[in-house]
């Protein structure tokens, strides 16, 4: 009997202790895309157990329109977002996002690029913080250089936007004679993307925004953005060294031999290196430049933020801070997103790591370097989006064939009547 009393004591006691473990153990939701998150959750947990993340991963557009919806609407799910780093003044400004300024240490804050903790806050705060930053090299293929009997540039050498012109000039080849080039000189990856057409305004001296965040009358229509997006007109529509059309994947087209050059992101090197039917020598040397201006080359890329009206403030800040420093930034890089990571310190690896003594990994190296000089992000605005939207428009216009001045006047009215609204 004794022992049947102890038995229905425990029983009682494992109830009454039940909803205290289960109190003990916050689970979070984190919205991100669809990287592959299994390994590097696990690895938090393991090292905070009293935290359960639930990824909840959607597509590329899905991911903003949620964050527009559900945030707009002051839900307290997701706890955790990633968030494209142009769009953190946006969000900020909304008052969607938690500061995080407390979580993080001044070495912490130290570690990160300069230009990413720029762009991840929004009026002095930090709003997002970082884990991934990006850049842009340029990409040959050794055998139009040969073809057109020319050196193709060394990996620490940058050659200008003027070398560039000249040179794909050379190497377009129409080889059946029809009148429409089977290899096309140059190609931008990105064709009528702000991200990596910015850099040609900037480097002649040009500004992206006004200095309020919302002005681009004077600014997008200079003298320096006018020229630019001559250049960029006249590679498709004078030197006819770049295709014009729909947009395409360059390095599809790069990979076939029809692209002799092409600017892109490093996650291209691996991309090539680990391509065992590739059948073009390649090579890449750092981001071009004007002859008369600096060396601008882009950057940014994801930050992670916590959802301002959360319930699990501890918790999701604890999940932010550990993918951001130290081990878990480390480990983002290697088993998570692959992009480049933010902070000096992992970036450093690229120059130890024995996976990229040889070519073409070492390769991976120029690109570190790169991110760390002349990084230009993008324009930091309340109005990204619109801003974003309309410039790819307008440049898609310049790309084919609309006069650059007026596109440019074009553009400055819309985007300014956009911005109207957050004045």
């Known amino acids: ?9 425990a029983a009682l006691l494992l109830l009454i202790a039940l909803p205290t473990l289960a109190q003990d153990s916050t689970t979070i939701t984190w919205l991100s895309l669809g990287w592959p998150v299994d390994d590097v959750i696990a690895e938090f947990e393991a090292q905070n157990p009293d935290i359960n993340v639930e990824a909840e991963q959607v597509g590329f557009n899905d991911l903003f329109a949620q964050i527009q919806v559900r945030l707009g609407a002051r839900s307290s799910v997701p706890d955790v977002i990633s968030v494209d780093v142009p769009l953190v003044s946006a969000y900020a400004f909304r008052n969607w996002l938690l500061p995080l300024d407390p979580v993080f240490t001044g ?4 570690d990160w690029l300069p230009a990413a903790v720029d762009a ?13 930053t990006s850049t842009q090299l340029l990409f040959y293929n050794s055998g139009c250089f040969d073809r057109a009997g020319l050196m193709p540039p060394g990996a620490d050498d940058r050659l200008t936007w003027e070398e560039i012109a000249d040179i794909a000039q050379q190497m377009t080849f129409d080889d059946d004679g029809d009148g429409t080039p089977d290899v096309w000189g140059f ?5 009528v993307r702000i991200y990596q057409l910015q850099a040609l305004p900037e480097s002649l001296g040009g500004a992206a925004i006004g200095e309020d965040g919302l002005t681009v009358d004077g600014v997008i229509n200079s003298q320096a953005w006018i020229d630019a997006f001559t250049y960029y007109y006249n590679m498709f529509n004078v030197w006819n060294a770049a295709p014009q059309g729909e947009e395409f994947w360059p390095a599809d087209i790069f990979e076939t031999g029809n692209i002799c050059m092409f600017v892109g992101g490093p996650w291209n090197i691996p991309r090539f290196a680990n391509n065992a039917d590739l059948d073009i020598e390649w090579g890449v040397s750092r981001h071009p430049y004007f002859a008369d201006g600096e060396p601008a080359t882009p950057t940014g890329s994801w930050h992670i933020g916590v959802n301002a009206n959360t319930e699990n403030r501890d918790a999701a800040t604890r999940f932010v801070h550990w993918l951001s ?8 890089w290697r ?3 692959g992009d480049f990571p933010a902070q000096q310190s992992v970036l450093a690896l690229f120059a130890t790591e024995a996976e990229f003594d040889a070519l073409p990994m070492s390769y991976m190296r120029t690109a570190a370097d790169e991110a760390t000089v002349n990084p230009r992000p993008r324009a930091v605005t309340i109005g990204f989006l619109e801003y974003e939207q309309i410039l790819q428009n307008i440049f898609q216009d310049i790309r084919n064939g609309a006069d650059v001045e007026e596109s440019l006047n074009l553009a400055v009215q819309r985007i300014e009547s956009e911005m109207a609204k957050y004045r």
């Open 1 to 9: 009997m004794k022992l049947k009393r102890l038995g229905i004591i």
């Open 107 to 110: 070495d912490e804050v130290e």
């Open 120 to 132: 991840g806050s929004y009026e002095g705060t930090l709003y997002a913080a970082p884990v991934s």
């Open 187 to 191: 190609i931008w990856e990105q064709m």
């Open 325 to 332: 420093t130290g081990e878990g930034a480390e480990m983002w």
């Open 335 to 337: 088993d998570g997103s």
